[in-house]
Nanobody, 126 residues
Framework: QVQLVESGGGLVQTGESLRLSCKAS????????MGWFRQAPGKEREFVGS????????HYPDSVKGRFAVSRDNAKNTVYLQMNSLKSEDTAVYYC???????????????????WGQGTSVTVST
């Protein structure tokens, strides 16, 4: 059974940092572009970052560029989202995503995601 399980969410204050993890099972992890999306109440799901099969390439939207970083450890079947300088606007449920042999930049279109995690909640207080 394919599973993407996120962890690491929680409540933090503005300016603090948080690292999310997503561990995959049931897939050949290195064959998938991995990334993260988020969804706040009343808003559409939003792309926040992705990384290529090997982790050598990353892609981010302007809203998080310079603050967030996606990395992966293929030996552990895990992708991470490091979030720094958190803002209230970052409050959302964060979802891990996998795209089979995709492209880190193309993943942002969210048109052909192979697998989704269940999400982990991040709340940034003021």
């Amino acid at each position: 059974q394919v599973q993407l399980v996120e962890s690491g969410g929680g409540l933090v204050q503005t300016g603090e940092s948080l690292r999310l993890s997503c561990k995959a099972s049931g897939i050949t992890f290195s064959h998938y572009v991995m990334g993260w999306f988020r969804q706040a109440p009343g808003k559409e799901r939003e792309f926040v970052g992705s990384t290529s099969l090997s982790g050598e390439t990353t892609h981010y939207p302007d809203s998080v560029k310079g603050r967030f970083a996606v990395s992966r450890d293929n030996a552990k079947n895990t992708v991470y989202l490091q979030m720094n300088s958190l803002k209230s606007e970052d409050t959302a449920v964060y979802y891990c995503a996998a795209q089979w042999r995709g492209n880190a930049r193309r993943m942002a279109a969210m048109s052909d995601i192979t697998y989704w995690g269940q999400g982990t909640s991040v709340t940034v207080s003021t």
